[in-house]
């Protein structure tokens, strides 16, 4: 029977079959997990945007009842409300980077003026260097950004370029580029649909 030429394909398709239905069990086990962890991923993604304070081992209870109490969800707008006034809004940015697609949500206060914050959700750029963009450093500098004197849709100029706001990647020249302009397409989409111009 060993000798048999149908013996390796019999017992390849059967290693296969058990093994393919080992992974799918565990994928339909562990599904509901994986999507609770991912929403808990965005919440803090999107507290974090909005500079809202939160203990990073606290339990998820507590994160989903701070989330819940200080932020609305309408589609994939996020709009942040504090004593009743609505402080801001967070919306998605997406566009090609040098690798891959970079994914974000952006912060603005309720008049449009300033950038409130700017959290990073996907990016396959190069580590160490593109890949950088996820990093608080390079974050930090959107946290109450002033956008309101940007003109033609430049709401993000690195320096020194004349009327330069924040600092790119040093190394990951065509990254910044990316995440500048995706940043200025996509503030001046959501902006002109908000006002209606």
């Known amino acids: ?25 565990m994928e339909f086990g562990t599904a509901e997990k994986v ?7 965005l919440q803090k993604k999107i507290l974090y945007v ?12 507590s994160i989903n009842k701070l989330f819940s109490d200080k932020i609305t ?14 402080m801001g809004y967070a919306f998605p940015a997406s566009g090609p980077g040098l690798w891959g697609g970079i994914e974000m949500y952006v912060g603005i206060s309720e ?6 914050g700017l959290a ?7 580590p160490g260097l593109g890949g950088r963009i996820g990093d608080e450093e390079f974050l930090g500098q ?7 004197g940007s003109t033609q849709g430049n709401y993000i100029i690195y320096r020194p370029a004349p009327g330069g706001n924040t600092d790119a990647v040093t190394g990951a020249t065509l990254t910044s580029k990316s995440v500048s302009k995706l940043l200025n397409e996509d503030i001046q989409a959501f902006l002109a649909e908000r006002k209606g111009d």
């Open 1 to 25: 029977m060993k000798k048999s030429f149908f013996y390796p394909i019999l017992f390849m398709s059967l290693l296969t079959a058990i093994f393919t239905f080992i992974l799918a069990f």
């Open 35 to 41: 999507e609770q962890n991912l929403a808990l991923e």
């Open 50 to 61: 909005f500079d809202i304070p939160y203990d990073s081992s606290a339990s998820t209870e």
């Open 73 to 86: 969800r309408d589609g994939d707008l996020f709009t942040y409300t504090e004593g009743g006034q609505i």
């Open 111 to 116: 008049d449009y003026n300033t950038l409130l």
């Open 120 to 126: 990073i959700t996907d990016q396959n750029e190069t």
């Open 142 to 148: 959107f946290r109450n950004l002033d956008v309101s």
